[in-house]
Structure formats: structure tokens, C-alpha cells
């Protein structure tokens, strides 16, 4: 697995801009729209499970593990941008994740922020 696969992020062109900063330098907020998230729960498959306990004895990465927790953390991405595209926004501000154990049978990921109008100022 290369670099890639542990990443995540928007592709250059992406019409809703995510920023984990509360302002984007060179840009006025003209706009607040309000909290706009994007969750999804995972589950562990068997085989990343029994790989990780055993790569646990004996220390070191576990890359299934991490490679399900990036994907996931994705794909709560990408929905937190599907929702603030939905209400007019053009820019989300303020993005976190939230990551908590569901009910012992996956992992929980939000991404959340504030979503907003911004412009050129």
C-alpha cells in the first residue's frame, strides 16, 4: 500500500471547500448556513480482526485496521460536502471528526463543521 491509500483530503476542484479554520484567508464569510455533518458507521470484517490481534502480540501497524478507519473517515467527507452542497453552501468551516466505538460491533466517524457561503473578498 502506497502513501495514497492512507490519505484523504478534496480533489483540487471540489466546489465545496473544507477547512478545519474558522476563516479562509482572502475570503469573507457572507453566509452562515449552520452545522452540517457527515457520519457512518463500520464494522470490522473477521480477517482484519484476527490480523490485527495477532499483529497486536507481536507489535506494530495495523494497517487493515487503518486502512478501514481512512476509508470510512472518506466517506464521512464526502457526505458532510453532500449536505453543505445541498443547503447552498460553497465552503465548510470549522471541520472536525468525532470517532467513538459503536455498540462494540464498529466504529463510528463524524465529520462535522460549519457550513457557509464565502467569497472573494
Do not use: W
Not at 478534496?10 to 464569510?29: E, F, H, M, S, W
Not at 507481536?58 to 445541498?86: H, P
Request: hydrophobic fraction near 40%; glycine fraction near 14%.
Amino acid at each position: 500500500m502506497g502513501i495514497e491509500d492512507y490519505g484523504g483530503g478534496q480533489t483540487p476542484r471540489a466546489d465545496v471547500l473544507v477547512v478545519t479554520t474558522n476563516d479562509v484567508p482572502g475570503y469573507q464569510v457572507t453566509q452562515v448556513i449552520g452545522e452540517v455533518f457527515g457520519l457512518t458507521v463500520r464494522s470490522r470484517h473477521l480477517g482484519s480482526q484476527i490480523g490485527s490481534g495477532l499483529k497486536s502480540m507481536i507489535g506494530g501497524e495495523l494497517k487493515g485496521l487503518t486502512k478501514t478507519l481512512v476509508e470510512t473517515r472518506n466517506q464521512a467527507m464526502e457526505r458532510l460536502v453532500d449536505q453543505a452542497r445541498a443547503r447552498g453552501a460553497n465552503a465548510v468551516l470549522m471541520m472536525r471528526f468525532d470517532v467513538s466505538e459503536a455498540a462494540d460491533v464498529g466504529t463510528e466517524v463524524c465529520a462535522y463543521g460549519t457550513a457557509a457561503v464565502i467569497s472573494n473578498s
